[in-house]
């Protein structure tokens, strides 16, 4: 039969077009940091991988950080998904993560010592994941010195260098390290020729390099897969897959406040080519909030406060970054930049955390609007000194001046605690399902 016609005693009939079905498949679960990071996402991540079967990072290396505190015990996670404390819990490291291979067997040994159990039947990598080496991170130093004052802050993880070669197409990925090796030498030593062209400084030891990586594709073999396949046969199955974004969305390197980003795509769009999901496979998208705003290094920040407040926000809430070691600035609550990456990421709802460290204060301010030459802005300037030159209108708010760490229900917050949340949902137009008020797993309220 052909284009839906067939004969039947010599009479030509038309048979009924076999009905396309829609993919019936489960909708992934994103949690995304909203602001510049450090919002407590692997608090959000580690709660919600109670319920999930898969947890998964898309993008970005180990110069994120997430801390996750389970029965007072402080677990680190820079290439790790939060969720892999999880014991029945899949970990998966996708293809839009670039992978600093010793980096990662550390933070293996380091975890498994706090008491991370069995993670060697539950931790996935992808053979399309890029690797960064140890020269990428050398030469992210010196492009750094390069700069000079116009420096940008990095971590110097090597995250950018790798980013680079992979957009470069001489990128080394974990397919080739487990391929031929003679094909992996090639490579190698033709990635380091071109970075030594670029700094004639940077020394490579080759061959102890290649002997080093030798061992590592035997170390690493037993965890890789083609993990765009295994997601795709997962959500088919049913299974309930979680998403860890790294870093956060003013740090994407197109929406962030550029050029005082990071690398990759930490917005929603970094979730489809990172893990190789289509739209049509996500569901709800969490926005992560800190109850004030926080950035580390360089780079625009409209509601900072360089006062006592900033200090108190910055001592109370222990703004020190988990994998740079750097002070955290520390400003209110920004509502024009939540509604900016709202816009790009569609928040479904919003997780605000550490609403306890603005227990001591007599009055609050919330940043509602910016001002540019005596007019406030429908939009968040593409331009990095705009963005730093902006007047900030602020709402005030009552403090509620009393502990609320202890408090496991929402209804028992105080009067001005509620207020404060009722009036970021009402400007940003998305519901609070949770509240953190504590470091642990156990301080999220759930408002709903």
Request: hydrophobic share 35%; proline share 4%; with cysteine.
């Amino acid at each position: 039969m052909a284009g839906g016609v067939a004969k039947m005693n010599g009479l030509a009939v038309t048979s009924p077009r076999k009905k396309v079905r829609r993919d019936s498949a489960a909708k992934a679960t994103v949690v995304l940091g909203a602001q510049w990071g450090d919002e407590g996402k692997g608090k959000v991540v580690d709660m919600l991988a109670t319920e999930a079967d898969i947890v998964c990072r898309c993008q970005g290396g180990n110069n994120a950080g997430h801390t996750v505190v389970v029965d007072h015990t402080e677990y680190d996670f820079h290439l790790l998904p939060s969720g892999i404390i999880n014991p029945k819990c899949k970990s998966i490291i996708g293809n839009g993560v670039v992978i600093h291979l010793p980096g990662l067997f550390e933070e293996l040994e380091k975890n498994e010592a706090k008491g991370m159990t069995n993670w060697e039947d539950r931790l996935l990598v992808s053979d399309r994941a890029h690797i960064v080496f140890d020269f990428h991170q050398q030469v992210d130093g010196l492009q750094e010195l390069e700069k000079g004052q116009k420096s940008l802050g990095t971590t110097k993880k090597g995250i950018g260098p790798t980013y680079s070669s992979k957009a470069n197409r001489n990128g080394i990925r974990i397919a080739d390290l487990l391929g031929d090796y003679s094909q992996f030498t090639e490579k190698f030593q033709s990635l380091v020729s071109v970075y030594q062209r670029m700094f004639p400084a940077l020394q490579v030891n080759v061959e102890a390099e290649l002997t080093r990586y030798k061992a590592f594709a035997e170390r690493i073999r037993p965890h890789v897969v083609d993990t765009v396949s295994y997601l795709h046969s997962a959500l088919k199955r049913g299974q309930k897959v979680l998403v860890e974004g790294a870093n956060a969305a003013m740090l994407d390197i197109d929406f962030g406040t550029y050029p005082y980003v990071t690398s990759s795509n930490c917005s929603i769009g970094g979730v489809c080519t990172g893990l190789g999901l289509p739209p049509c496979h996500i569901g709800d998208v969490i926005g992560v909030v800190k109850a004030y705003t926080t950035r580390v290094g360089d780079g625009p920040f409209p509601s900072e406060q360089l006062n006592e407040v900033g200090e108190l926000l910055q001592t109370r809430g222990s703004e020190v970054g988990v994998t740079t070691k750097r002070k955290r600035r520390c400003g209110w609550l920004d509502i024009p930049l939540l509604q900016y990456t709202s816009m790009v990421n569609g928040y479904t709802a919003l997780c605000l955390t550490k609403l306890d460290i603005l227990d001591t204060l007599p009055e609050l301010k919330m940043a509602v609007a910016y001002r540019s030459k005596g007019k406030v802005l429908d939009h968040f300037p593409a331009n990095a000194a705009e963005v730093g030159s902006v007047e900030v209108e602020y709402e005030k708010f009552p403090g509620w001046e009393s502990s609320i760490e202890d408090i496991r229900e929402y209804d028992k917050l105080p009067e001005n605690a509620r207020k404060y949340i009722a009036r970021i949902e009402e400007l940003l137009e998305i519901p609070v399902k949770w509240v953190g008020v504590g470091k642990g797993r156990e301080s999220i309220i759930n408002v709903y």
